[in-house]
Nanobody, 114 residues
Framework: QVQVLESGGGLVRPGGSLRLICVVS????????LAWYRQAPGKQRELVAV???????NYADSVKGRFTISRDNAKNTMYLQMNSLKPEDTAVYYC????????WGQGTQVTVSS
């Protein structure tokens, strides 16, 4: 049984930073390409960043230069460092495999507001 726990979300002012954490247990973490996704109210789910199992990374244009995805396969943990946050980054953030499967965690809320 795979268990996924996302954490690190919260309320932050524009220009601030947050670090999201995704811990996965019960699965062979290192074999997957992984990603962070987000969904804002009334909007479709959006791919934010990808960490391939080969060590590559890709980012949505909207977050390039501000967000950094990383992973520690030994700890079954993935991270998303988010800097220079903007109100339009407000959403529920999810970690999952890439391509999206949709049966992992419940997400963590990120709210960027003054």
């Amino acid at each position: 049984q795979v268990q996924v726990l996302e954490s690190g979300g919260g309320l932050v002012r524009p220009g601030g930073s947050l670090r999201l954490i995704c811990v996965v247990s019960g699965s062979s973490f290192s074999i997957y390409s992984l990603a962070w996704y987000r969904q804002a109210p009334g909007k479709q789910r959006e791919l934010v960043a990808v960490s391939t199992r080969g060590g590559g990374t890709n980012y949505a244009d909207s977050v390039k230069g501000r967000f950094t995805i990383s992973r520690d396969n030994a700890k079954n943990t993935m991270y998303l460092q988010m800097n220079s946050l903007k109100p339009e980054d407000t959403a529920v953030y999810y970690c999952d495999r890439y391509p999206y499967v949709g049966d992992w965690g419940q997400g963590t809320q990120v709210t960027v507001s003054s």
